[in-house]
């Protein structure tokens, strides 16, 4: 497991007079002072006035660690420091920093939100971990189920949230300083989307081209010294093929890791084996296994969310395998590419350069963005106007009330993790959609830590979101063909065949027979279980639902599959 093992432990009455120390065991975290417990192995960088950044840390300028030096301004205010972190460094970290003149301890994490931190009170302390099983080696009680908070999480799943479903447990929001103790200053935002959105003149598409290279280059270069050797999760697209070039551009040694369905609808392989023969990489080919599955088993077992899906309790199985097999630390995936890279739908780059440059320059995006959408000319006539003339901010994300009971009637969207959409996106009113799309993929990235897979995403790491998000919409359609920049960027090293492809096929039909081969058991699961019992499931409506015919039943069968996991999630933290 990649992982960065932690635990600070912070009395309630603290007045923020004493450095942090730090406890040899998780048993002896708790005290009359901060104490923090860090795993064998984790790194972590001392950092001014006894204070730690844990987990790793890059500088923008070099892959090396930082050494936090008189540089550093270690007598500057915490708020300062933290500040200067985030605009200097990257990474997966949590930056814990003691104030001075009574500023109280201060708690950053970064802001890529590739290490999570979770935040529960119990006996007195405030407890922050990576990790919420570790809270019950503090001496806290072991969580409770939030049904309320678990019903919300059913109806909005794509939305990473403050909240999660363990009663008192929430997490902290990446980006934000926290401060505990002292004066009672108030938490800051540190780091803002709004910050990074496009200003001044637009780069030319061949130079953002080059930018995006060399930053990917250096990004997947960083991680995989990290945390290599590496394996990639590749598929064939665009997203992990982009990782891939960027790790033999750098003289990297990888492998590839491809996985099928057994009948053709989801076979990706051959992509992936011209990609290797391309870049001299070996690949082990994998095939979904029915058999790999046991829905009792939560593939979210640790995490205080029921986020992932039951299929990744196969692709964890076969990915581990091949991991083990390959001699690999770690499997990188291409998660969150399609949201990263701006994989829009809509008429929202055709409006956001008419607004930035008029009506002569709009016209090549209009004519790509009918390209990418598939819609003709009046189609897109008609979208362009009814966006441009608008009124407002995008609607709140319509809540899905399938198979639920007990939802009222104005269920009003819960507080995101990362409230993005808030965000001042002046006339690129299209940025407002790129950031809906990343908080999409928020509950589907693998950061460092929480599941017992070493599996790692590492394209949402902190220097590409701010590049991503400050290169107008219109830059990522050029040419009719959705990300095209990620495409462009390594279009000399991927092969045609990879760089053409708009669009891949994926596992429906082993879903298809995962929900067909297991319906007895999702009924009684679904029925009879602990959803069912706190009413947060419509039982005649799963009854109807579980006749649906298999071959027609892929919406709803994704719908059964995710309430299961629910269930069985459930029954991972109460036993």
Known sequence: MIGVPLLLAIPVDWTGRDGVETAARLSDVCSARPRLWIGSGVRSIPWGRGGKVI??????DLRESPKFGPDWRASGSVLELVEQLSRQCWGAYLAILPGRDGEGLGVFGDPSGLLPVYRTTSGGHVLLSSDPRLFAGAGAAAPAIDWAALRVHLGWPELRQEATCLAGVDELRPGMLYRFGGAGRPDETVWRPEDFLPTGPVPDFGDATAVLRACVQDVMGAWAENLG????????????????????????RFSCITLATADPSGDERRFVRTLADRLGAIVDERIYSPAAIDLTLSASRGLPRPARRSLSLAL????DSARIRLGANTVFDGNGGDNLFCFLHSAAPVVD??????????LPTFLDMCSVTGADLQTMVGAVWRRYWRKGRRKDWPADRQLLAGTPDNWPMPTALTPWLEADVGIHGGKRDHLALILHAQNHIHGLGGIDVPRFSPLMSQPLLELCLALPTWLWCRGGINRSLARAAFADVLPQSVLRRTAKAGPDSFLRQLFAGNRKLLRAMLLDGHLARHGLVDRPAIEAAMATDVLSADAIAYRLLDLAE?????????G
């Open 353 to 362: 350069r008419l607004r930035a440059q008029g009506v002569r320059a709009a």
């Open 566 to 574: 629910a269930e069985a999630w459930v029954r991972s933290w109460t």
């Open 55 to 60: 987990g790793p840390v890059f500088r923008r």
């Open 229 to 252: 050797p590496v394996a990639v999760a590749a598929s064939g697209g665009v997203d992990s093929s982009l990782i891939c070039a960027a790790l033999a551009c750098g003289g990297h």
């Open 316 to 319: 964890d199985e076969a990915l």
